[in-house]
């Protein structure tokens, strides 16, 4: 295969944990390990030291209220004329724009951008976006450069077709499943018979992550299971609901901050259970991957994005968006029966390999491939020769379908 020069975008501070942001880190990395040249180009802290050597900062970014939480984005015209060098310095093969309607350097760059192919990614799902129906006649000559659109789910998918009149390749967010099926168990985070642990990680302050729903359960759990402990993991500020607890029911929860990738996977391969009590605005569920590859029973809030991942018959549990004392119910009876917690981990594991970066940067690389062909590509209408997409085409459709 040839050596690509791609340049990637991503419209969110790169030195901020975020779900797009770790998309683009696999990404990348994924193909510089392929032999690929790859660059990535997001905001951030220019004296961030701990940025990658693959990446470039568009300038220093901010908060601003976005898509029902916080996002750190940047803009203007010191922005834009930065992207615009990026994008002549580099001399790309494609350009890969993800959430290329996001007011930031993503939309900067399809603005620069001349002659190059461009795919872009979609990763949000909404059923309104004022930010869309703002900026969408603004954006629409320069989104006719887009060759090739993805969306990481069908929700995605169906948020591309509502608001920009178009289509897209359904292809799933990726997650190293060796990486979280081969870490070792830590004793901060395994439980025992009489004192099991489960596991929320997330924005720990972001309502629509749902621990406050979680955090209603506990108390309910712990009339079943006196021993229980819940184990809170991520960025962000969570004392004012902790502290809402009676005393007796916060002593079984334990805020661990952020964590990093390493003690995430020995995390989540060590506790009983992983809670999702998301209370919507979710696209895909990179963590419910992540948790099924590592081998912990789910226990999922019933979104749509959710079901999907989760599969037909589901390898989790689910129970219906912000119902506390369903949840109660499905931890309750779930830390009491291991043998079937064990047969979900293991439909978990097997169903995470569907998503495992190998077979989902394979499917992207084919969307380059056309991209840079010139084929005009209707999602609808695909090529079922055997070529790489027509092989791949098959696969994915296996995933949705599944």
């Known amino acids: 295969m040839k050596r690509l020069r791609i340049g990637i975008v991503c419209p969110y501070s790169f030195d901020v944990p975020g779900g797009v942001q770790f998309h683009v880190r696999d990404l ?77 350097a993503s939309v900067m760059a399809l603005w620069a951008v001349t002659d190059q192919p461009v795919v872009a990614t979609f990763h949000t799902a909404t059923v309104r976006s004022r930010a869309l129906h703002t900026f969408h006649p603004m954006l629409r ?94 960025p962000g500020d969570c004392s004012d609901l902790v502290d809402d607890l009676d005393p007796d029911v916060a002593a079984h929860v334990t805020v661990l901050g952020g964590v990093s990738e390493s003690d995430k996977a020995a995390l989540l391969h060590s506790v009983d259970l992983y809670i999702a009590p998301h209370l919507g605005g979710e696209s895909f569920g990179i ?29 989790g549990v689910t129970f219906p968006v912000s119902d506390h004392e369903a949840l109660a119910e499905r931890i309750g009876h779930l830390l009491a029966d291991p043998q079937q917690r064990r047969a979900l981990a293991a439909a978990a594991q097997e169903r995470a390999l569907r998503f495992d970066w190998e077979s989902v940067a394979e499917r992207i690389m084919a969307v380059y491939e056309l991209a840079m062909s010139g084929a005009e590509l209707e999602p609808d209408r695909l090529p079922q020769a055997e070529t790489l997409w027509g092989r791949l085409v098959r696969s994915g459709r296996s995933l949705e379908e599944s």
């Open 28 to 104: 990348a990395e994924h193909f510089i390990a392929a032999g690929h040249g790859v660059n990535v180009l997001a905001p951030a802290d220019d004296d961030d030291d701990a940025l990658p050597p693959y990446f470039t900062s568009v300038g220093r970014a901010v908060p601003i209220r976005y898509n029902g939480s916080v996002a750190r984005l940047t803009f203007g015209p010191v922005t834009a004329n930065r992207v615009g060098k990026w994008i002549e310095r580099g001399g790309f093969d494609v350009l890969h724009l993800h959430e290329p309607v996001t007011p930031s």
């Open 141 to 234: 000559p320069s989104l006719e450069k887009i060759r090739a659109r993805i969306a990481v789910s069908e929700d995605a998918r169906a948020t591309v077709r509502r608001h920009l009149r178009a289509d897209a390749y359904v292809i799933p967010n990726g997650v190293h499943v060796a990486k979280f099926a081969d870490a070792s168990r830590d004793e901060r985070f395994t439980g025992t018979p009489a004192t099991p642990t489960i596991a929320f990680l997330g924005r720990v302050d972001e309502p629509r992550k749902g621990l406050a729903v979680l955090l209603r359960a506990l108390p309910l759990v712990l009339r079943r299971h006196p021993g229980a402990r819940l184990l809170v993991a991520g």
């Open 287 to 315: 963590v419910l991957v992540e948790a099924m590859a590592a081998g912990a029973p789910v226990v999922a809030a019933d979104l749509p994005a959710f079901l999907r991942v989760l599969g037909d018959p589901p390898t």
